[in-house]
């Protein structure tokens, strides 16, 4: 079978930069055509140079990286520096990418590829809010039925939120855009808090990233080291949730993951559930069903793929 084609959409963020690596390293199962970034974690200026520093980290500063939205649809940005630092990438010191940004903007770019390639052939893998996605979506209204799948991280239902008491972050940053993707026809499916707290980096997860004696090992195990710190305070858990490569994770081998063909509803009106992925897991409207919501994972299995894969650069 041929490398599935897929164009990353995100906001690095230490678990962004894991998840950028894994695709990076794979290439019998996926052709990375490009990555395109979005004000997020950091604001737009840091989540595009830092798309190119791990571009730059895994040996292919041949990858394609845009600058795409700068700002939610509707709304102020909200950042999580909080979580991931002022950089994003906190944790050990990195030298500035020496490649250049593409000088497109990133939605022109999703709108070219979703035209010029196949029908059907393009998956978007948005890990951060879906800013650009949506600005694709209502600028070029006939890309839409051309994308093959959207596999994205974002929303909670068991889990409920992280950054309000209802919200997960990327959802609640942009909610606008969300309801726009979720609203679209297009096949979803989505790695949620209910996945991703179950993929936590314990020591020995962490510890054998470091093992592999790599600078993507010790590199990857120090950005674990750093932003563990805020969900084991948070959660009171031995580890950190690693988001955004269960998207990657899931393209490659999605017998790891276990989940439910229901209807996702974005929440925009409520100030006190702004951004909840309302999920209807137990069937209970007659909504139609409109995203795979992802509710388990192998835990072992992933992070033995993580670091069977990252070993590779």
Same mark, same amino acid.
């Given at each position: 079978?041929?490398?599935?084609?897929?164009?990353?959409?995100?906001?690095?963020?230490?678990?962004?930069?894991?998840?950028?690596?894994?695709?990076?390293?794979?290439?019998?199962?996926?052709?990375?055509?490009?990555?395109?970034?979005?004000?997020?974690?950091?604001?737009?200026?840091?989540?595009?140079?830092?798309?190119?520093?791990?571009?730059?980290?895994?040996?292919?500063?041949?990858?394609?990286?845009?600058?795409?939205?700068?700002?939610?649809?509707?709304?102020?940005?909200?950042?999580?520096?909080?979580?991931?630092?002022?950089?994003?990438?906190?944790?050990?010191?990195?030298?500035?990418?020496?490649?250049?940004?593409?000088?497109?903007?990133?939605?022109?770019?999703?709108?070219?590829?979703?035209?010029?390639?196949?029908?059907?052939?393009?998956?978007?893998?948005?890990?951060?809010?879906?800013?650009?996605?949506?600005?694709?979506?209502?600028?070029?209204?006939?890309?839409?039925?051309?994308?093959?799948?959207?596999?994205?991280?974002?929303?909670?239902?068991?889990?409920?939120?992280?950054?309000?008491?209802?919200?997960?972050?990327?959802?609640?940053?942009?909610?606008?855009?969300?309801?726009?993707?979720?609203?679209?026809?297009?096949?979803?499916?989505?790695m949620p808090l209910d996945v991703?707290?179950?993929?936590?980096?314990?020591?020995? =997860? %962490?510890?054998?990233?470091? +093992?592999?004696? &790599?600078?993507?090992? #010790?590199?990857? *195990?120090?950005?674990?080291?750093?932003?563990?710190?805020?969900?084991?305070?948070?959660?009171?858990?031995?580890?950190?949730?690693?988001?955004?490569?269960?998207?990657?994770?899931?393209?490659?081998?999605?017998?790891?993951?276990?989940?439910?063909?229901?209807?996702?509803?974005?929440?925009?009106?409520?100030?006190?559930?702004?951004?909840?992925?309302?999920?209807?897991?137990? =069937? %209970?409207?007659?909504?139609? +069903?409109?995203? &795979?919501?992802?509710? #388990?994972?192998? *835990?072992?299995?992933?992070?033995?793929?993580?670091?069977?894969?990252l070993a590779r650069l």
């Open positions: 079978m041929a490398p599935r084609k897929i164009i990353i959409d995100t906001d690095p963020g230490q678990d962004d930069a894991v998840a950028i690596l894994l695709a990076l390293a794979s290439p019998e199962d996926l052709t990375l055509l490009g990555i395109t970034a979005v004000a997020g974690n950091v604001p737009l200026p840091l989540t595009a140079k830092n798309a190119r520093i791990v571009c730059e980290l895994a040996g292919r500063p041949d990858t394609r990286v845009f600058a795409g939205c700068d700002s939610p649809l509707e709304r102020e940005l909200i950042t999580a520096e909080h979580v991931h630092g002022k950089t994003g990438l906190d944790g050990p010191p990195m030298d500035d990418p020496t490649m250049l940004l593409q000088e497109q903007h990133g939605v022109d770019f999703i709108i070219e590829t979703l035209r010029t390639e196949e029908s059907g052939t393009v998956t978007l893998c948005p890990i951060g809010p879906m800013t650009n996605i949506a600005t694709a979506f209502q600028r070029a209204p006939d890309v839409v039925e051309r994308v093959q799948e959207i596999v994205l991280m974002g929303g909670a239902y068991f889990e409920v939120g992280n950054i309000t008491p209802s919200a997960e972050f990327n959802i609640y940053v942009d909610p606008e855009a969300a309801k726009i993707v979720f609203g679209s026809g297009v096949r979803i499916t989505m991703t707290h179950k993929a936590l980096t314990t020591k020995p =997860r %962490v510890d054998a990233f470091r +093992a592999m004696g &790599t600078k993507v090992g #010790d590199m990857v *195990a120090a950005w674990t080291d750093f932003f563990e710190r805020f969900d084991m305070e948070k959660y009171g858990s031995e580890g950190a949730p690693l988001h955004d490569p269960c998207t990657i994770a899931y393209l490659i081998k999605p017998e790891l993951f276990q989940g439910r063909h229901i209807n996702v509803e974005i929440e925009t009106e409520s100030e006190l559930t702004l951004g909840m992925t309302v999920a209807d897991w137990w =069937r %209970v409207t007659d909504r139609p +069903a409109n995203a &795979t919501f992802m509710k #388990d994972i192998d *835990a072992e299995g992933f992070y033995a793929l993580l670091a069977d894969r």
